[in-house]
């Protein structure tokens, strides 16, 4: 399977301790494809969700003595492309707040999705409060 996850810069992550690596590592560890992409990165063409996305494959952080120990360089990114979030199987959103207005966007953006084509985690229009 191919997931996207839009996160924050991923030089920005914490590899010992933020979730949406431990998503992506788990991820990566089943044998799917991980891409990642940033909110700021998403368009809507001919009436589709688009992304400027990368392959990651990441290094897991090791638990050694209740320790998490991360490699210096624990991950790698392949070339940018121009992707269709539709030809993912799931797409993450993982950006933390604020609530700015490329987030904003990336909830109207993902809206273009087909939920029986392309999962969205975290669907930005069902975290909202009183949802």
């Known amino acids: ?29 089943l044998g799917h494809d991980v891409w990642i992409t940033q909110a700021n990165q998403l368009s809507v063409a001919e009436g589709k969700a688009w992304a400027i996305a990368q392959p990651v494959n990441l290094t897991p952080a090791q638990l050694v003595e209740g320790r998490w120990l991360v490699q ?13 979030l539709e030809t993912m199987d799931a797409v993450f959103m993982r950006t933390d707040p604020p609530v700015n207005v490329p987030y904003l966007y990336a909830t ?4 273009y999705l087909d939920p029986a084509q392309t999962l969205v985690v975290n669907s930005p229009n069902r975290v909202a409060p009183g949802k």
């Open 72 to 84: 210096p360089q624990w991950y790698t990114v392949g070339d940018r492309t121009l992707v269709p």
């Open 108 to 111: 109207y953006i993902l809206d």
């Open 1 to 29: 399977m191919k997931f996207t996850f839009i996160i924050d810069p991923i030089q920005r992550l914490d590899p010992g301790h933020d979730t949406s690596v431990a998503l992506m590592e788990a991820a990566q560890l």
